[in-house]
């Protein structure tokens, strides 16, 4: 392991260093991206990558710093996580503690960060005329931070919360038994994310002064030489230039050599083990995993994209295909990843079926006779090219990012590639190199790999507990015996190397259209039995379209076993076609199909070329399905165990979860429907499919390198299969596909709804205010009022109470009613974070009160760049065109029509809505709580505290007027529905006419 040589002199940069600079002005780019790049070198060494887009609406910075949790001082596990949340409170040219969150809150922006295990990642972004002021607040984390005292020690609180966060999560506490294992003399076995024991009653213990310990890492550590910047403006270069070389020359040059760990954490005598690990989750899986080296000097060669490729793929001859037609898998997934500089792992991880995890050793030998296959026939050189045909494809005609994924993605490149090639690399593989190939293959052999088992059955066999999660786990060697039979398992007849895909296109010719194209969707077709909206693009420009069809039908959620049949006709249906679709995906080409509350929804979209043969094989398929019995076992017992998982979920997930299940008019629950799956049998799915495709209405719309002539003939191919006998598809009545509508909560009433979760350690408390119903006005105030909020709420409740790690506050709009909902998660009782929110929503009546004109007018301008935003890639506004479809609202130009009724929102105006809706004691306000107590050890419903007592009873007993909801059916049996919202333009309701 390479570390930072402290003996080097530090090198502080004046601006008269500042223009020695070096310039890289040959970045490569796709053919169809309009944005200017240049990349710099400071002379204080930091890396800088200038992006220019005049028509941008967002501008972004992002950073990282070649440091991360691997670097933790022994003796302060999670220094360089904690560091990264402290960066956020207070600088010293900026020393408020929110003063950086306020800015861009009050400029349309957000932020956020990330610590791994080499490197640490900052980004933001804000509206685009308000760039250099967040530029300024972004620089001085990196030469200035304050490290207060009292940040401090609250900052910890915020730490520990978002380690209990995972407790119960499986990924880190699986991720962290494969560290337990791991040689303990190498950084990878570290915990990195700290918690209040690593950050607070330790050092406290051992005399150690945590906030001088962050003050020394960030001074050895945050060395501008081993950072990378990335900004996006609409300024043009030389002005983004001289805006970085202004603030961050400043950055300190202290000769700090990244750190890099060459030996591998998994050492000779780790090798040929078998861990097994007890899981939250009823979940199953096999992870083989082979220890490499670092593959990212191979970019250009990409011997791991190789191979992940074919070992992960899907198609006839696969592993996959092998397991599935034995019944013990549903997916496998298989990459590279380097996890530091240095060294890495290639991992096969498959999804196990019952009978798969009775025959797990079988499993691994069909992976090694893979591995054998693909060894004994070599590399291929025809695949290598058609992976990188289909990489400069994909390059080619990417989608535009927005300006906060393209700087945060490409920052890591830059630490990885030469600057020319930052855009290119993560995308492009040029160098036939066999012996590379060959070279990782000679590490993927039994007597390396390490064996992961993840399942609930191994619990009885497992003798040890992970310190810092509590998992229960078993290591044991694999026998010489079984590696034996693993190195001698020869070839399998059923397995072969893929065919040539038949679906990469070769036409990328934009359609031609109409003299003039609406600028939103227009009806093409309308029938009792099917619509079609269509609009050509006329903005991104690419070969590319994307349709939805939406089939409709009132027995999809009728009742829970109903629910439950249609889930199982999607998964079935997307099972059978998997290995046909999954070449198609490969190729750009992509299809999906999801149940829905009304029905199934089928969507296609990629590159237009071959869109016509997959909508028609897709279409055949769905009404002449037939699905295997035994395929039919397996996915009934994966839905069950999904139903049954939702119970281990966070606990802020339960509170979103609970009150759509009240408020909606018909929602079934979960354990309702677990109750239902034993219901479920090949004879009623099968009479269910045939009753579904009976009755049916169908909404569509298509979107992108079509013109009406090609939208016609993609609809068609639906529309005559409706048609055929075999279908003899019937229209639906119009008000048999009436959306869901919203119960009304009664004003100036309170309702509260309490269950518990054992699972989790925090507890969640979720409060409502409900506000009426969706208009363009309504939506402009809840909106606004919810743009204010937002980060005083963080502030308050997350920075200084420090209630919880998850603090959120967003407008809800849902089923034509709208209204405003808090969210906490929260070690403390839901009734006590509940008193909490409520104390901070009295209080922002007086700082909207005290509020300047001139923050008014901020938060405004951020709500309206927000809604006038400008979709960057197709998917994006068709979802848009889609949602209002959706809806049945039809109102394409809600954003113009909000931020019309925004420009001329008061001040007083806003504080009335607010005195009168959200204020405690407003006249029109109604509130609905939602409280996951939990009784996990050590959580709030289990819990010896004093203040979990009488204090909440106390707090409870100030609500006297809150009305308790036990059961569901006779809450919404006394409750009254808003009407649906009225469609904005003049448009007969879907389906048969009903008549009088």
């Not at 497992?462 to 010489?480: A, D, F, L, V």
């Not at 249906?573 to 046909?580: G, I, M, V």
């Not at 005559?720 to 048999?736: D, F, G, V």
Request: a negative charge; charged letters at 25%.
């Amino acid at each position: 392991m390479d570390l930072a040589n402290s003996s080097l002199p530090a090198i502080k940069v004046t601006m008269a260093d500042a223009s020695k600079l070096l310039r890289v002005n040959n970045i490569v780019k796709s053919q169809q991206d309009n944005r200017d790049y240049r990349g710099l070198q400071l002379a204080n060494g930091l890396k800088v990558l200038l992006i220019s887009d005049p028509a941008t609406d967002k501008a972004a910075a992002a950073m990282t710093v070649d440091v991360g949790h691997m670097s933790d001082p022994e003796d302060l596990p999670g220094l360089a996580h904690f560091c990264e949340h402290m960066l956020f409170l207070g600088t010293k040219k900026y020393p408020n503690e929110n003063a950086y969150s306020t800015y861009l809150s009050e400029n349309g922006g957000s932020s956020n960060a990330s610590t791994y295990a080499d490197n640490t990642k900052y980004y933001f972004d804000v509206v685009h005329n308000q760039f250099e002021g967040a530029l300024d607040r972004f620089a001085q984390f990196f030469i200035g931070p304050l490290f207060t005292d009292s940040a401090t020690d609250r900052e910890i609180n915020a730490v520990n919360s978002e380690h209990e966060k995972n407790l119960a999560t499986d990924v880190w506490r699986i991720r962290q038994v494969n560290k337990a294992l791991a040689d303990s003399n190498h950084p990878y076995s570290k915990f990195g994310t700290g918690n209040e024991k690593t950050l607070s009653e330790d050092p406290k213990r051992l005399g150690i002064n945590v906030r001088e310990e962050l003050l020394k890492f960030h001074e050895k550590w945050y060395s501008a030489n081993i950072m990378c910047l990335a900004v996006y403006g609409r300024e043009t270069l030389d002005e983004l230039e001289a805006m970085v070389i202004s603030r961050f020359s400043e950055i300190v040059n202290k000769n700090v050599i990244s750190p890099r760990w060459t030996d591998h954490p998994f050492l000779p005598e780790h090798y040929a083990t078998k861990v097994s690990i007890v899981p939250v989750k009823d979940s199953r899986t096999l992870t083989l995993t082979f220890p490499t080296g670092d593959l990212d000097q191979f970019y250009k060669a990409g011997p791991e994209a190789y191979l992940s490729h074919l070992i992960g793929h899907e198609g006839k001859g696969s592993i996959l295909s092998e397991l599935k037609s034995r019944g013990w898998s549903n997916s496998l997934l298989a990459g590279h990843n380097t996890l530091a500089r240095g060294f890495g792992f290639f991992d096969i991880m498959v999804d196990l079926t019952q009978e798969g995890f009775e025959n797990i050793d079988e499993i691994i030998k069909i992976i090694f006779q893979y591995i054998n296959m693909l060894r004994t026939g070599g590399p291929k050189k025809w695949i290598f090219e058609e992976y990188l045909n289909l990489s400069e494809m994909q390059f080619r005609f990417k989608d535009k990012e927005t300006a906060l994924l393209l700087v945060s993605s490409v920052v890591h490149s830059m630490q990885l590639y030469p600057m020319e090639e930052v855009l290119t690399a993560p995308y492009l593989i040029s160098d036939w190199r066999p012996d590379l190939i060959q070279n990782l293959m000679d590490d993927l052999v039994p007597e390396k790999c390490r064996i992961v088992v993840v399942g609930q059955k191994v619990e009885p066999i497992c003798n040890e507990i992970e310190y810092w999660y509590g998992t229960k786990y078993r290591s044991e060697p694999i026998s010489e015996d079984v590696i034996e039979d693993w190195k001698s398992c020869g070839l399998n007849e059923n397995l072969s190397f893929p065919m040539p895909n038949p679906f990469i296109p070769t036409d990328f010719e934009l359609c031609t259209g109409e003299s003039e194209v609406k600028p939103y969707p227009v009806i093409l077709h309308d029938t009792p039995i099917m619509r079609v909206w269509y609009k050509q693009d006329t903005e991104f420009k690419k070969p590319k379209t994307i349709m939805n069809f939406d089939f409709s039908s009132p027995m999809a959620y009728s009742d829970p076993l109903n629910c439950n049949l249609t889930h199982m006709f999607v998964q079935l249906f997307k099972d059978e076609l998997n290995e046909y679709l999954y070449e198609a995906e490969l190729a750009g080409l992509r299809f999906g199909v999801s149940n829905t509350s009304n029905g199934i929804s089928l969507s296609i979209s990629g590159y237009s070329h071959k869109q016509q043969i997959l909508l028609s094989k897709v279409i055949d398929q769905l009404f002449n399905f037939e699905f295997c019995p035994k395929r039919f076992e397996i996915i009934k017992e994966q839905m069950h165990r999904a139903l049954k998982n939702f119970n281990a979920e966070q606990p802020y997930q339960h509170a979103v979860y609970y009150l759509a299940l009240i408020l909606t008019e018909h929602a079934w629950t979960k354990q309702e429907l677990i109750d239902a799956v034993s219901l479920v049998t090949v004879e009623r799915l099968e009479q269910y499919i045939k009753d579904f495709l009976s009755r049916m209405h169908v909404e569509c719309l298509i979107h992108g390198n079509v013109n009406k002539q090609k939208a016609t003939a993609l609809a068609s191919i639906v529309e005559q299969k409706l048609k055929t006998t075999n279908a003899n598809t019937l229209p639906l009545l119009s008000r048999q596909l009436l959306l869901k509508r919203e119960y009304k909560l009664v004003n100036q009433e309170s309702y509260r709804f309490e269950t518990e979760n054992e699972f989790h350690k925090s507890s969640c408390a979720e409060l409502y205010l409900q506000c009426g119903m969706q208009s363009d006005s309504a939506n402009v105030f809840i909106d606004l009022v919810s743009q204010i909020l937002c980060e005083p709420c963080y502030n308050t409740l997350r920075t200084k109470e420090q209630l919880g790690y998850i603090v959120f506050c967003a407008s809800r709009k849902a089923n034509g009613a709208q209204g405003i909902r808090f969210i906490v998660q929260s070690a403390k009782h839901p009734v006590y974070v509940e008193e909490r929110i409520e104390l901070f929503l009295d209080s922002m009546t007086k700082q909207i009160e005290d509020m300047s004109d001139e923050e008014f007018n901020r938060h405004k301008d951020a709500l309206a760049a927000q809604k006038l935003e400008k979709p960057k890639r197709l998917s994006t506004l068709f979802n848009k065109f889609l949602n209002e479809i959706s809806l049945q609202q039809y109102h394409f130009d809600r954003a113009e029509k909000e931020v019309a009724i925004l420009r001329n929102v008061t001040k007083t105006e806003l504080l009335d809505y607010y005195k009168s809706n959200i204020l405690s004691m407003g006249p029109n306000r109604s509130t609905l709580s939602i409280h996951i107590v939990s009784t996990a050890d050590g959580g709030a419903g289990n819990s010896n505290e004093i203040e979990s007592t009488p204090v909440i009873n106390e707090l409870i007993d100030r609500r006297p007027n809150t009305i308790v909801i036990n059961d569901l059916a006779v809450f919404k049996s006394s409750k009254e529905l808003y009407p649906m919202v009225q469609p904005y333009i003049d448009i007969q309701p879907k389906g048969a006419k009903s008549k009088l």
